[in-house]
């Protein structure tokens, strides 16, 4: 059997139901071998396009996500998804065609190091040398992709070894003596970790991407209801613990509620559960939560007391850890009334400083209006996804996720183009939901081509794009930070997305009333297909609540 | 019997401010580390590119084969007083190709460098140089007309100080190996 043809088989009893891909040059004995291999592959119109794909796919559906593209510049324009999935820690498998080995290293035609240059950006990559290691390398990068912390796996075939017969024999056995990643917490730190919670006068939970990853949102939900917990969630993480709930703080961070971000100031314990105290969530890192111990939950003990210094480090599996704390907790019988005066505190933050905004006076749509009109209009029920910008914060802000795996955003990378993709990635894996992608019209122009792509797969996927004519971001930075010179953020000539949208056979409606927003997403969400939606809103809103760069959370303003 | 929840101290009560935050970022020491990895292509390219992208400066460096053709071990010097060692070490182990690191105390291991010096040895210098090579325990391993190349096998520190004494002689050009360690005991390092 040629090893594509194992390749294929692999993919298959690794439970694959769908690729996502672009073919070339070095990968056509590959897709020669998905001619037959009934495996669905979704053709997209750039490679980026296939990896944010596969990474709305895994996103939305837990699964491992899979692209493929060919050498040189197919794997070059793979780099960004690469490198997204390895900051969002999204468990796709990523294989590229090379050049035939006797061109290696001669600069052939599309040759370029795939290996060399994603070394830094993927979880593991391995460079296929002999046609009968390649069942054996793909099942080792499903496992590497999706276990422990999971992120993107690389594995690279030389064109010639590809076709190359090799003696097939199923297996899925793993054996891979560096890898093995700490699931189970330690019981011992984890009765001090109960203990401490039961101790402290002013906890705050602190939740992050783990536990969408680790599916633990349940566990989640009994720890905060094990006492009164306030809980927070990081961008990554909204929706795994229901927004609509009395113990939610909002998002911390950046652009988080004073209520997180007071409440992480001045706690005396925070829980982390799967987070990673970056810097958009810290700010100023020696002001960051001056008065609280950290009990800090992560499957990649590299994260624990990386950033910040870890008083009850615990190794494992979210789920795995959560679960064994609230029984820990419970048996603990703390008395819950020692809560009563921080909860008081927080209250008087969540009342004195909500989320709010200053509505237009006329049918001016605002833009956190808008994702306000979004949540009604798909009952709060849709799976979002964005692209990076005011857009996004103010979807994290206003949409309030009930449930995790519903927001697919690119977050610790910041990529502008992940929006379509990840939205077709997302209706592919869940056909049955209403998915949304809410764009910035400054973002929606990168990767706009994978609207052919949701056309070909006949994918229901409504693109809401957030129209204020700017880089709306970079123009707030300019103007709350460098004088208002506005450099380079006005985006004039951006194109007329009504006839853009049917120029890829989609519908195109424009919005521009407030008083009928509702009701025309509807209309939109229940026209059948793609449809892409020019929603005109206040050109020069800003982003607020925010903390800036650099200083810490009680210096918020706006 | 232990049972569950009566491990030691697990009863005290608990009081929050009495927490202590994991070890110290900083050990202030050299580090020699004993990495065994998996010999196969790159990842020798993998160690010195997460040193590299996470601002980790390699100090010694020394890789070679093992007992067991399958692994090779690289042995590393980084400065603790520059780096947070034990997220150094906990940044490796996340290497897939990475089997085992084992950051060697000193006392614990023995550590050994191979150095090669080529010095000028003319006239009456020659002598001068010869008896130093003695009291380190070198060899002469080639002999020009006017130069000597000695070979010094030591701790780095013995290195650094027969540096130190030949540099007045002119010391033309040095090579060192930078250095390798195995932990003392019966146990593997």
Same mark, same amino acid.
């Given at each position: 059997m040629r090893a594509v043809d194992a390749l294929m088989e692999c993919l298959k009893a690794e439970g694959v139901e769908v690729v996502f891909g672009l073919p070339g040059g070095a990968s056509l004995p590959t897709y020669d071998a998905f001619y037959d291999a009934g495996i669905r592959h979704v053709l997209v119109r750039h490679e980026a396009g296939g990896g944010h794909a596969a990474e709305g796919y895994a996103k939305a559906t837990g699964k491992v996500g899979v692209c493929f593209g060919t050498s040189g510049p197919g794997a070059t324009n793979l780099v960004t998804p690469i490198c997204d999935a390895m900051m969002d820690s999204v468990p796709v498998v990523f294989i590229t065609g090379q050049v035939r080995t006797d061109l290696l290293g001669t600069d052939g035609f599309q040759e370029c190091d795939t290996i060399g240059i994603t070394m830094p950006i993927v979880k593991h990559s391995f460079m296929i040398q &002999?046609?009968? &290691?390649l069942p054996k390398t793909v099942h080792e990068a499903f496992h590497i992709a999706g276990s422990g912390r999971p992120g993107p796996v690389l594995i690279d075939i030389p064109v010639d070894l590809s076709k190359a017969d090799i003696d097939y024999q199923p297996t899925e056995k793993v054996t891979l003596p560096g890898y093995s990643p700490t699931t189970d917490g330690n019981q011992k730190q984890i009765r001090l970790a109960a203990k401490a919670l039961a101790n402290a006068k002013r906890p705050v939970i602190y939740a992050g991407g783990g536990v969408v990853n680790a599916n633990a949102s349940e566990e989640l939900i009994s720890l905060v209801r094990a006492d009164r917990f306030p809980v927070t969630c990081t961008l990554m993480a909204l929706g795994a613990y229901p927004a609509d709930d009395d113990q939610w703080l909002g998002m911390l961070g950046m652009h988080g509620t004073r209520a997180a971000n007071y409440a992480m100031d001045e706690a005396d314990l925070i829980l982390c559960a799967g987070a990673r105290f970056d810097d958009r969530i810290t700010g100023k890192l020696s002001e960051f939560a001056p008065h609280a111990k950290f009990i800090h939950i992560d499957i990649d003990p590299a994260e624990i007391s990386k950033n910040v210094p870890a008083h009850i480090p615990i190794v494992g599996d979210a789920k795995n850890i959560l679960s064994r704390l609230v029984v820990e907790y419970r048996s603990l019988?703390? &008395?819950?009334?020692?809560l009563d005066e921080w909860l008081g505190r927080i209250e008087g933050w969540k009342e004195k400083y909500p989320l709010a905004y200053e509505d237009s006076k006329d049918s001016e749509i605002k833009p956190q209006y808008m994702i306000l009109a979004l949540h009604e209009a798909t009952n709060g029920e849709a799976i979002v996804t964005s692209y990076v910008g005011q857009h996004q914060m103010w979807t994290a802000q206003y949409y309030g996720f009930p449930k995790p795996r519903r927001w697919s955003n690119s977050g610790g990378l910041g990529t502008m183009g992940f929006g379509p993709p990840s939205a077709l990635g997302a209706a592919i894996g869940c056909p049955d939901q209403t998915v949304v992608v809410v764009a910035g019209d400054g973002s929606v122009q990168m990767n706009i081509q994978e609207l052919a792509t949701c056309m070909q797969e006949g994918v229901n996927v409504k693109v809401f794009i957030m129209n204020n004519g700017y880089l709306g971001m970079v123009r707030q930075w300019q103007e709350l930070f460098w004088e208002n010179r506005l450099s380079a953020v006005d985006l004039e000539g951006r194109p007329d997305w009504v006839k853009l949208a049917e120029a890829y056979g989609a519908t195109g409606m424009q919005f521009t009333a407030k008083e009928t927003l509702v009701d025309d997403m509807r209309r939109a969400i229940e026209t059948p297909g793609t449809v892409v939606v020019d929603v005109r809103v206040t050109r020069d809103e800003n982003t607020y609540p925010m903390i800036p760069a650099g200083e810490p959370a009680r210096n918020m303003v706006g | 019997m232990a049972m569950a929840g009566t491990d030691q101290g697990m009863n005290e009560p608990l009081a929050i401010e009495d927490l202590e935050a994991e $070890? @110290?970022?900083?050990? @202030?020491r050299t580090h020699v580390l004993a990495i065994l990895v998996e010999n196969k292509p790159g990842v020798l390219t993998r160690i010195a590119g997460l040193f590299a992208r996470r601002g980790y400066n390699i100090e010694t460096l020394a890789v070679g084969p093992t007992d067991d053709p399958g692994y090779s071990r690289i042995t590393l010097t980084v400065d603790g007083a520059r780096h947070p060692i034990d997220q150094v070490t906990k940044q490796l182990h996340k290497? $897939?190709? $990475?089997l085992k690191i084992r950051d060697l105390e000193p006392g614990e291991a023995v550590q050994r460098e191979l150095a090669l010096f080529k010095i000028e040895a003319d006239g009456a210098k020659r002598a001068e140089l010869l008896q130093m090579v003695s009291i380190f325990r070198g060899n002469v391993v080639d002999v020009g007309p006017n130069t000597l190349v000695v070979e010094i096998i030591g701790t780095n520190e013995k290195i650094e100080a027969f540096e130190e004494m030949v540099r007045p002689l002119g010391l033309v050009e040095m090579a060192r190996t930078g250095e390798i360690a195995m932990s003392r005991g019966r146990d593997a390092t």
């Open positions: &002999d046609p009968q &290691d019988e703390a &008395d819950s009334s020692r | $070890v @110290g970022l900083r050990t @202030g290497l $897939v190709n $990475v």
